[in-house]
């Protein structure tokens, strides 16, 4: 009997696979027909088998089976859950998750976790007696302290690297040795030889060998042998098949050397083995891994840090009274008490009190807002200097600021990684080393001389050998590990292989404006006299005004003074006035420094053209407050967010390399189209949220730009995580480095340059070390196949085939050793 059932979860033929192998694992099941587009299986029973107990065979997966006539509703994909999620690094499958740790059905890699939101679990201890461990936050029982946050474990990606780290350092010490025995061959008069005879020690190397291939390096073995099950062949299966037959023809050797050929046989009669070169080659990709699961502990630092922006309690106030909480236990209605310096626990509206905030995070916009009561503030946004009550509006998962972390959550693992250039050319190399060997052990087999099945099975196994992938595995990393450098020397910090082959190929790049063209802090561009005051004699007004003042627009104007040394002088009844500005008294006189508001309140005129040139300087993006001293107006203050010098230069040389420049940014309509115009840039937006980069990053991404976006702050994180090549300022943010691929150490944007012209060398250079690599491949596999015996009676011997693939990863080594002498700069 056949039935027809409908299969979801599945994204690609591995998941055909094996959810066609789950079924007719079943003992009533003789067959299953599985349609991928579709996502149908017709099912052959031998006897009918209940929905119930199909459904029990895909318990635990991602996969699900359903009746034909039931709605299949996908499973929802929650922020957080309590047991961890696995994903390959790769993006193989797309958004497919495991349950359990393991390696990817496509690709090899080792699956990654996802972070989960809730890092600490909401456990809180004593930091005293970290024995003291409780679900709420209260006292310790032991000496009364405040129980603190429980800190996170350790992560399963540092545990993974550190179980590598170890196999790392087992492999390395057992295939030294080994490769110190073999290489003495070299020695003219080996000194090894007076000691035993090489029959000795290549059981040696065998013993040496066995805690490499059957601990250290298994997984590789495992690897390639699913990359061929499930016909997903990539460099693993190179590997795999490679050094296995090199490991395979070596027992051989050593068991069975009467069978073997004497052109395989050495001068004493033993058959040369290649115990050396398989443990080199499985140490060498160890150590590849050892590198990517270091790189993998730190891909979800950027939720880390956004982790760190939500504060762990607050101050509930109930029934009149003020209560210490954990910020989970906080629900929407709850008055919360803000404190000077606090982070803002969720996202809510001011009910009493006002202050200036800091709102950077999420704007960009580096001057603090001023917010009064019915205005909105935002979680992880820092109060200024004074206090104030809120009422909960969003809590959780509601919040802006977890938005923002689900957005980066879901950008980082969204991105698909171009599949290395080693990686295609194994797919298409593999199967023609496979076919070439399989060939060799016919025609042998066939014409070959006697006896016909050992030559045909040793020129077959040596055409696996000296296909091995030294030289292969080595072309991409040694160019990386030195471009890596490179760049560190020239101030261009680069995380991963993946951001330096797209830098080449970007089409479009997002600029964020403050912190990234601009300084991303208020400076004081020029106090202007509209009376008989000098500019020196206002600005020591100004600064001594602001000098008891905690606003970062205050702080300008004292730095202002400092450069031009300026001395201060001293203050009485000052008054900072919310919103407003401030107000004190010097030498008996009142000094006003504020905006309108300040101005009107203690009657000062603005004459017209005094407010027409305010205006003309404020249409430039740039913030004018006024002076007026005893009720008269005597001068402006500009202050601006300067340009960096660098800025102008950068952006017109991307230009000139056929990269698209967008600047996008979360200040107004006025200070984009100032700060775009002096760049010579035509093409930015204003007023951004962090959701309007990131859809501008899809936007781009769907017409089939490659996409680089560059800023610093926590407000381009997910835009930064999304794009093809995030490119942070070092100068910013935690989160924003944590989220990019690139890191700018200067924070200027010529770093953008230097990282094309070197993503472009690098390129090259692993091109040219591809070609290395497989030239003696092309050369040695038809030699080994035995070309040269119908004509020369020759067949390869096993040390000049072990000669050619050293001298192949010294051309690789050399070559990309080159790199530290290019010049990044043009």
């Known amino acids: 009997m056949k039935h027809n059932y409908k299969i979801s979860g599945m994204t690609c033929n591995g998941c055909k696979s094996h959810v066609k192998e789950t079924l007719e694992h079943h003992k009533d099941i003789q067959e299953a027909n599985i ?173 040496l060998s066995l805690p490499v291939v059957f601990y250290a390096t298994w997984m590789f073995f495992k690897r390639a042998y699913n990359s061929i099950r499930m016909w997903n062949l990539n460099m693993f299966t190179l590997i795999g098949i490679g050094s296995g037959a090199a490991w395979l023809f070596s027992i051989g050797a050593l068991l069975f050397p009467s069978v073997f050929p004497d052109d395989f046989k050495t001068a004493s009669g033993n058959v ?165 060997s399989v060939v060799t052990f016919i025609l042998w087999y066939i014409f070959g001389p006697t006896p016909q099945l050992v030559f045909a099975f040793v020129n077959a196994i040596a055409v696996l050998i000296i296909a091995c992938p ?16 490179k760049g560190a020397q020239e ?68 730095q202002f003074a400092k450069h031009k040394k300026i001395e201060l002088k001293d203050v009485t009844d000052f008054n900072a006035v919310t919103g407003k500005g401030v107000a004190a008294k010097i030498d008996g006189q009142l000094i006003l420094v504020g905006n309108e508001k300040l101005m009107n309140s203690h009657s000062v005129e603005i004459t017209t053209a005094i407010e027409e040139k305010a205006n003309e300087v404020k249409s430039k993006g740039k913030t004018v407050p006024y002076i007026a001293i005893d009720g008269v107006l005597v001068g402006l203050v500009v202050i601006s967010d300067a340009i960096k010098e660098t800025s102008k230069q950068a952006i017109k040389e991307l230009q000139e390399r056929g990269v698209e420049v967008i600047m996008m940014t979360g200040d107004n309509e006025h200070t984009a189209k100032a700060v775009a115009d002096e760049i010579s840039l035509t093409t930015y937006v204003a007023d951004c949220l962090p959701e309007d980069k990131l859809n501008k990053v899809k936007e781009l991404q769907a017409q089939g730009k490659i996409v680089a976006m560059a800023g610093d702050g926590i407000n381009d994180a997910p835009a930064l995580a999304l794009a093809d090549v995030g490119i942070s300022m070092g100068t910013g943010t935690d989160v924003a480095i944590e989220s990019s691929e690139i890191t700018l150490v200067k924070g200027d944007l010529h770093g953008i340059v230097k990282a094309r012209i070197l993503s472009h060398k690098v390129m090259r250079n692993i091109k040219q070390n591809l070609f290395f690599a497989l030239g003696y491949n092309t050369i040695g596999i038809p030699v080994a196949a035995g070309l040269l015996y119908p004509v020369f009676d020759m067949l390869l011997s096993p040390m000049i085939a072990a000669l050619a693939m050293s001298f192949s990863s010294v051309s690789v080594i050399a070559n990309a050793l080159r790199l530290r002498t290019q010049n990044v700069n043009h």
């Open 35 to 207: 349609d991928l587009s579709s996502g149908i299986a017709e099912i052959t029973f031998g006897k009918h088998v209940p929905i119930e107990e199909l459904k029990q065979l895909f318990e635990g997966s991602n996969y699900m089976i359903h009746a034909s006539h039931e709605e299949v509703k996908p499973k929802e994909k929650p922020i957080a859950k309590e047991g961890a999620k696995y994903y390959c690094p790769m993006q193989c499958e797309g958004d497919k998750t495991y349950d359990k740790p393991g390696d990817c059905p496509v690709c090899g890699m080792a699956l990654v976790p996802e972070v989960k939101i809730n890092s600490t679990g909401g456990k809180f201890t004593c930091p005293m007696h970290p024995e003291v461990v409780k679900d709420e936050m209260g006292s310790c029982p032991k000496c009364g302290m405040d129980l603190v946050p429980l800190a996170a474990n350790e992560s399963e990606e540092e545990k993974q690297y550190k179980v590598l780290l170890k196999k790392f350092w087992l492999a390395s010490a057992f295939t030294l040795p080994i490769f110190l025995i073999a290489m003495s061959e070299m020695i003219h008069g080996n000194p090894l030889y007076k000691l035993m005879d090489q029959i000795y020690w290549n059981w040696i190397q065998l013993g």
């Open 272 to 436: 040369h083995v290649y115990f050396e070169a398989a443990t080199v080659i499985l140490t060498l990709v160890l150590l590849g891994q050892l590198l990517e699961a270091k790189a993998h502990s730190k891909t979800n630092n950027a939720v880390k840090e956004l982790l760190k922006l939500a504060p762990n309690e607050a101050i509930r106030i109930k029934d009149g009274q003020e209560e210490k909480i954990s910020i989970d236990q906080i629900v929407v209605g709850d008055l919360l008490r803000v404190k000077p310096g606090d982070k803002i626990p969720v996202d809510g509206k001011i009910t009493e009190g006002e202050s200036a905030i800091d709102e950077s995070m999420i704007t960009g916009e580096p001057i603090p807002v001023d917010k009064a009561v019915g205005d909105n503030v935002t979680s992880g946004t820092i109060n200024g200097n004074q206090s104030f009550v809120m009422k909960a509006e969003k809590v959780g998962a509601d919040t802006l600021l977890s938005q923002i972390i689900h957005m980066v959550n879901d950008a980082s693992r969204s991105r698909a990684p171009i599949q290395k250039l080693a990686d295609k050319i194994s797919s298409y190399f593999v199967p023609l080393v496979i076919v070439v």
């Open 470 to 485: 030294c030289a292969l595995g080595l072309a991409t990393p040694m160019s990386i590990m030195v471009g890596v450098g």
């Open 491 to 558: 101030g261009v910090l680069i995380k991963n292989a993946e951001s330096l082959e797209k830098m080449n190929k970007v089409d479009v790049l997002i600029i964020d404006k403050t912190g990234t063209v601009t300084e991303g802090k208020p400076s004081v561009e020029a106090v202007i006299s509209v009376s008989d005051y000098n500019e020196n004699q206002l600005a020591q007004w100004v600064a001594s005004a602001n000098s008891q003042s905690e606003h970062p627009l205050a702080a300008a104007t004292v």
